[in-house]
């Protein structure tokens, strides 16, 4: 796995594919507490990097090999060639053949949305005839859903569509999604992905595939930087500020082991990204974004995939491929040129259907001639939001799955109150707040970490 999707985590000479399997044979009392990695999730809803809840367990790196000498574990590295090395894969198609061979006899569903990324996997497939169906999750009708209907009927194929809401949540499944998570991830964000694969499960799917990580065949993670994106000064603070954590975190709900490392987060977490510093701004941001992002927050999601329903792919973080993406000329990425040309090229009626985004996926002159103002406004609506984001600690002009009477919902719940006892008697809450009043976005993330401690605790 050179992409560095999958988790393994190793103690001492013991290594795992769970985290929680590993405590129970080991025996919680041998470990202890890593605070700053719990701070960590409470800010992010993720641990990054090799790091874990505890200081002893570590995740294993994507260069790293495992080796047994006798009863000794040893650790070597692969040397895996730098992302800006020409990649294996003379082109983008000749990648997509390749993954044509592994998916035959494979029953395959593909996730279809409003975006350009999802329109392109599926467009590249049907166009090498591989059969796979489209599905979607949804918490409510969307314009996302709706072009996603409208793409998946070009296609000749019917969307499948999970609807979920967290008011329909009960007590024993949040119990379940912290199994299931492996204590890896919010398990109120997982929830939506969990209904998903239990219908994608009862169809026999044999794997699934995601068009996560597209942004590396874009624009969209540079937009900080525009129109400047051949910089030899990276802005890795701005990107933080915009793109990691744009909205101010609330320290002072955290307890007395706890808030000091949120207060140092963003201090700490500039100095370990500085190593992805490349020679011109873009390619640090996107260095940043496949190292930092995608192997920690998408790898979750593939892991527990894997572990638990059916084989799940997501081909843009495929290393190989992401070197394509990493080496193209800045300008193929801007106006998500590179994609436009082969939507285009496979499905030209499919490519003049706009996404979320307003525009069209099409190459052609007078399509993107008409796409000019969209995209424009596009971006400056992205900027609009990041900036109020910034300045309100809101979040405007997006559609949400979720709606606000789900949290409510959860908020009521005996187990959401019994972890504020455990999480108060470990220090990791504030004392004299109520756990009643945690913003909507950490209630997962609070649950989440009062069951793990709940788990150390027994």
Known sequence: DNSGMYKIFI????????????IDFIGPSSFSLNFKSI??????????????????????????LIFWQGEN????????????????YSTFDHYFCSLKKVLQGKKVSLDLTGGIDSRLLCCM???????????????????????????AGMLGKELQ?????????TEKKLLELFELTDAQMDILTYYPASCLSNDRKSRNIDMQISGVGGELYREQRWLQDFPFYKKRNSNIERLYNLRIESVAFPHNLLGEKVKPHSLNTKIEL?????????????????????????????????TIANNHYYSAYMPYVERELVKIGFNLNRTERVFNKFFRQHITRCFPKIAKKKT?????????????????????FDKSKRLAK???????????????????????????????????RVLKDFSVINKDISIQNLPNNLLGRALTVGLFLEKMKT
């Open 11 to 22: 103690y001492k000479n013991i290594i795992s594919t769970s985290f929680l399997e590993l």
């Open 39 to 64: 701070s960590e999730f409470f800010h992010f809803g993720f641990v990054y990097f090799n790091e874990t809840f505890l200081n002893e367990v570590k995740k294993v790196n994507d260069n790293d």
């Open 73 to 88: 574990l040893l650790l070597k590295h692969k040397h895996l060639t730098e992302l800006t090395t020409a990649s294996k």
């Open 125 to 151: 497939l049907r166009s090498l005839d591989v059969d796979f169906e489209v599905a979607f999750c949804a918490g409510q009708e969307t314009l996302d859903l709706q072009i996603a209907k409208t793409i």
């Open 161 to 169: 569509v999970t609807f979920q809401s967290l008011t329909n949540i």
């Open 270 to 302: 500039l100095k370990d990204l500085d190593c992805f510093r490349m020679p011109f701004n873009t390619q640090t941001y996107d260095a940043i974004y496949y190292n930092y992002n995608m192997q920690t927050n998408s790898g979750t999601y593939v």
């Open 356 to 376: 979320t985004e307003n525009i069209s996926c099409s190459n052609e002159n007078l399509e993107m001639l008409k796409d000019v103002w969209g995209y424009f």
């Open 386 to 420: 990041q900036l109020l984001r910034k300045i309100t600690n809101q979040t405007y002009f997006q559609e949400s799955n979720v709606k606000p009477e789900g949290y409510d919902h959860i908020k009521k719940m005996k187990i959401f109150k019994q972890q504020e």
